[in-house]
């Protein structure tokens, strides 16, 4: 039960319902309009958010306006329910950025499978991301609010990839974000924690480096940011499932 969900409805039955077909798999976050949902994004790491569309204030539609055009939050899936039977509704869905549109009545096996898909890819593109060397961080990007702010975040870690007091702190100051916000963000975007976020960026720095074989292995743990040269090894093993002397064997046995 890693994943929470984050489910929006002002029919209390609805809520009942969907907690009964949803409980037993995933942690879930109850609202019953748009307020109360916006008051636990700000306190909880939301992986997924399940929405009505019909709902007095906000309605779903603008609600999910309002969520994907926030870096805040723009990169949780979203899952709109209607009884809206109109392809001008579904487009209306599809266009404010909803993720998934399901109209009701809806099987219940049928909605667990199609939640299960959207996390189940999600997880494997940040699986992808951390285990490749190579692989750019913007990959995790689902919009492009997330591109740009992965981007800049990017740049400013190898920009000061060499600080080896770089923490969640510098991070957050300079994406103009609180501590906890930035917090949620990160690891809701990639599974990791702005350290280690920092910690995979400095060592796929190393391996790019190893990769030139120009310098010494002593010579990449300062670049990117090491202290020592064991705690570097001890990291890129446990990262990569290979010390560093090992994948530059197996990168010339590549060649």
């Known amino acids: 039960m890693d994943n929470s969900i984050l489910i929006i409805d002002d029919n209390e039955?609805?809520?009942?319902?969907?907690?009964?077909?949803?409980?037993?798999?995933?942690?879930?976050?109850?609202?019953?309009?748009?307020?109360?949902?916006?008051?636990i994004l700000n306190e909880e790491v939301v992986d997924l958010i399940i929405s009505d569309i019909m709902m007095p204030g906000i309605d779903g539609f603008e609600l999910c306006r309002l969520i994907k055009s926030n870096v805040e939050f723009c990169h949780i899936p979203i899952v709109l329910l209607t009884s809206k039977n109109t392809y001008k509704a579904h487009i209306e869905g599809l266009e404010v950025g909803a993720d998934l549109y399901v109209q009701k009545p809806f099987s219940p096996e049928l909605l667990q499978?199609?939640?299960?898909?959207?996390?189940?890819?999600r997880l494997k593109i940040k699986a992808h991301f951390a285990s490749s060397p190579f692989e750019d961080v913007r990959v995790m990007a689902h919009s492009k609010t997330d591109e740009a702010f992965l981007?800049?975040?990017?740049?400013?870690?190898?920009?000061?990839?060499?600080?080896?007091?770089?923490?969640?702190?510098?991070?957050?100051?300079?994406?103009?974000?609180?501590?906890?916000?930035?917090?949620?963000?990160?690891?809701?975007?990639?599974?990791?924690?702005?350290?280690?976020?920092?910690d995979v960026t400095r060592l796929k720095k190393a391996a790019r480096l190893i990769a030139q074989n120009e310098f010494s292995?002593?010579?990449?743990?300062?670049?990117?940011?090491?202290?020592?040269?064991?705690?570097?090894?001890?990291?890129?093993?446990?990262?990569?499932?290979?010390?560093?002397?090992?994948?530059?064997?197996?990168?010339?046995?590549?060649?």
């Open 13 to 39: 039955e609805i809520l009942e319902f969907l907690s009964d077909v949803l409980g037993d798999l995933y942690k879930l976050h109850l609202a019953a309009n748009g307020e109360i949902a916006q008051n």
């Open 113 to 121: 499978v199609q939640i299960a898909n959207l996390l189940t890819n």
């Open 151 to 198: 981007k800049k975040l990017d740049e400013y870690i190898r920009k000061n990839i060499r600080d080896i007091n770089m923490d969640i702190d510098k991070l957050a100051d300079h994406m103009n974000m609180s501590r906890p916000t930035f917090y949620r963000k990160i690891k809701s975007l990639s599974s990791l924690s702005p350290k280690e976020l920092i």
């Open 217 to 255: 292995f002593s010579e990449i743990a300062r670049m990117v940011g090491y202290s020592s040269q064991s705690i570097f090894n001890k990291n890129f093993q446990k990262h990569f499932n290979a010390a560093p002397v090992e994948y530059m064997n197996s990168l010339h046995k590549e060649i």
